[in-house]
């Protein structure tokens, strides 16, 4: 268990491998299971991205200083939490019975032509009726449920690793 914790590099190299894997469902999930990508699947996806792009800084980076590795990870912990907020919408927009479901909103990228990104973005958020829909589920939880647990496991990963992180950063760097 110690190993999953022993550097910075590693720190960060695992939360950069999680983001590929759950990036490589999801393009799986869109171009061979055909399921197309709702706005909030677009917003998680960008969690994910912006998750991996932080960690992969971190582990090229494989920062010296304490404040910079427990900012990295504090970032790392900002994004997971927007992340997990952003699956907590769409699974409450499952959730709805149909009466109460947003209307849907033309396909995001009609929107992204037309309109200011900020409105798109806050429309994103905000979730239509496309982010109502269960596409595909295994063992009873759909898509945003997966992508929650995973953003869970990777906040509890953190987490620890930042609770940790003098120990941690004054073993030798790798």
Not at 162 to 169: F, Q, T
Request: with cysteine; aromatic share 10%.
């Amino acid at each position: 268990m110690y190993l999953l914790f022993k550097s910075p590099r590693k720190t960060f190299g695992i939360i950069f491998f999680i983001c590929i894997g759950m990036m490589a469902v999801a393009l799986f999930m869109e171009h061979f299971l055909l399921l197309k990508p709702c706005m909030l699947c677009y917003m998680q996806r960008g969690a994910v991205i912006m998750l991996g792009l932080i960690a992969g800084a971190g582990y090229l980076i494989n920062p010296k200083k304490l404040s910079s590795y427990k900012g990295l990870l504090i970032t790392c912990c900002i994004v997971l939490l927007c992340g997990i907020g952003l699956s907590l919408r769409q699974l409450y927009l499952q959730s709805l019975p149909a009466e109460l479901v947003p209307s849907c909103a033309p396909d995001i990228d009609y929107l992204l032509e037309t309109l200011p990104f900020l409105e798109v973005f806050t429309m994103a958020i905000m979730g239509d009726g496309n982010c109502a829909e269960v596409l595909w589920s295994f063992m009873g939880v759909s898509i945003p449920g997966w992508t929650l647990i995973g953003f869970i496991i990777i906040l509890i990963y953190t987490s620890k690793v930042l609770l940790s992180a003098d120990e941690i950063h004054s073993h030798k760097q790798n």
